[in-house]
């Protein structure tokens, strides 16, 4: 793997990514309501923490935050929100030595963005402590907006990279199946398998709808199969 290329690839996509607009803001709420359930205190690492926006929504909820980032960018935005408990460390995963080991480690939307997952996984075994948490969020290819733009010819795999994808640097996306598959490859066990947030539109589209409506989707989320819903949540252990 070139270090270099893979720095200036996330270098690129931090140029224009944030966490504080759009449809990322309006569901980022969802993703901390479902991650705090198995997030207590202790020593917490966010791989691919980003601007430090989520960060900043855990730390209440956790005795300390460390975040890594591939983005020099990114990593400075989360540092001038100058969180207490919180430390950002820019660097890729592959570079990445921790002095030592978590009680949670939190993969959320990145596993769809790596060269090698499984190595990542393999990695984050090593930083647990025995009895800590990895707790995973990615996006679901059998989501239903996926599903309809299968039917309707927009894409013909439901596992296709569309615009959205390849513009935030997804490599993958993921099902139930496959990523449960990576993650036994792994030597992780999965304790939860869960999903929430039903999404029927693209982004663009869900964006303009009030706050009222992109509620009453992640509400529906409760009341209908996960294999629906647009997001996969899975708890790991050793």
């Not at 140029?15 to 607009?21: L, N, P």
Request: hydrophobic letters at 40%; charged letters at 30%; proline letters at 3%.
């Amino acid at each position: 793997m070139n270090f270099q290329q893979e720095k200036k690839r996330l270098e690129d996509i931090g140029k224009t990514f944030t966490m504080e607009s759009g449809l990322t803001k309006k569901i980022e709420k969802y993703f901390v309501e479902k991650l705090i359930v198995d997030l207590g205190p202790g020593l917490t690492l966010e791989i691919g923490c980003a601007d430090g926006y989520l960060a900043k929504k855990l730390a209440r909820f956790t005795t300390h935050i460390t975040g890594i980032d591939g983005s020099k960018k990114l990593i400075n935005k989360a540092k001038k929100r100058k969180i207490k408990n919180a430390t950002f460390i820019h660097c890729l995963f592959e570079e990445y030595i921790p002095e030592i080991k978590f009680d949670y480690i939190i993969l959320c939307d990145i596993l769809e963005h790596v060269i090698d997952p499984i190595k990542l996984l393999k990695m984050s075994k090593t930083w647990l402590k025995n009895n800590g948490k990895i707790l995973i969020i990615s996006p679901n290819a059998y989501s239903v907006h996926r599903r309809i733009g299968l039917l309707s010819g927009m894409i013909k795999d439901v596992h296709e990279l569309n615009s959205t994808d390849l513009r935030v640097g997804h490599r993958r996306v993921y099902d139930y199946k496959l990523l449960k598959k990576s993650v036994k490859k792994a030597g992780l066990k999965v304790v939860k398998e869960d999903g929430f947030f039903l999404k029927p539109l693209s982004d663009s589209q869900l964006d303009k709808l009030s706050d009222d409506v992109i509620n009453a989707f992640y509400l529906i989320g409760h009341q209908i199969p996960k294999d629906l819903l647009a997001l996969l949540y899975f708890v790991c252990k050793k």
